[in-house]
DNA sequence: CCTACCGATCGGTAGG
DNA sequence: CCTACCGATCGGTAGG
């Protein structure tokens, strides 16, 4: 049987940051989920014994609550500027879409962790992660809302449903889409931005 | 403070089935996830303690097993027949996505835990449900293949890409659709066929 | 950053 | 179905 836990880092080899700490977990808790990792599975990875990590961080539901709030922080980087450009309601979904494929390419695990594993907060912590992820839905209600309005979409019965399935979409996305897969971000948005403003019929 | 967990079921009341622990832990299981949830949050919920759980099962994961696979035959059996009607592949397009909100509306716990905690399995156990989520992606590979075979969809550049999004979208309307809402089953499913096959411009 | 350890909780079992 | 308990593991800390 031996060791479950693999000593994957050496100790005393380099320095140990909170930013590397950080980095570890992230992968970890991608891997595995949050409640199923310890405090020994970070030090292994950084190469420290568990109560050492206490130096770096404050606990195990803070380092979290850091890694949720700058995943999602990324994606309304990237996607903000792209959903209030002056431009078409399509051009504007397109390059959300585009935007949302790319930060998922960059961040994967990260992204896994952030959108998923935020229930593992406590529930104060968890009104902020609420706060960022309303934040975030309102880039596309707002970018549906307007091309209904101005008449370059159809008249939706229940845009509100489109826009969780269009969410809904891009959040699991991170469960198929390979960042070294065959298909690069751009080519991937844009066969889904096409299929969702024309649809697939002939 | 007091007790955290809340003896919800008086013990001794009625009789304790494997059927009604598979009940209660769906519902724990679905707000918590498997690996927060221990066995005597689960005796609490049946009036048993936790020890007496052993009677009626065999153990903790075998009870996740059996939700899970429960979980995506039901899936299965409903649009698998939906899926293979002799109609257009429109039809069986938005007839699939009315199975599948409709079996949603009917499992929603169930579905959260049969198809985002199945990884919490042993590796063997998840070959199986692995097995199980493919025919599952398979029933919509074959309609949108039919779909382009003949014509009726668009040439689409990656058929597999679309199949993924759609499949992505419906496991994720587990996290919003709401059974008791305003919109049923058929409602939602109708809108999103409709946003998917004519897409949304105007 | 380590040593050494805390109290709490985990899934599961022996024996009745 | 309960009593009583097992060894293992958890997040975190005192003191150096």
Redesign the interface.
Known sequence: MATTRGERRARGSTPVSAELIEEQAILLFAEK?Y??IGMRDIGDAVGLLPGSLYVHISGKEDLLLRIVEKGIQNYLDAIGPAADAPSSA?ERLRAAFTAHFEVLSRTREQTRVAF?QW??LSPEKQGRVIAMRQRYEDLFVDI?RD?VRT????R???PR??V??????L???T??FQPDGS?SAI??AE??AD????????
């Open positions: 989920t409640p199923v399509a998923f229930t593992y549906v091309g008449g370059e979409f159809r939706l019965r229940n449903v489109i969780l399935a269009y969410i809904g979409m959040n699991n996305a469960e198929w298909l080519e991937v066969e889904i299929a969702a403003l024309k649809g697939i019929q002939a």
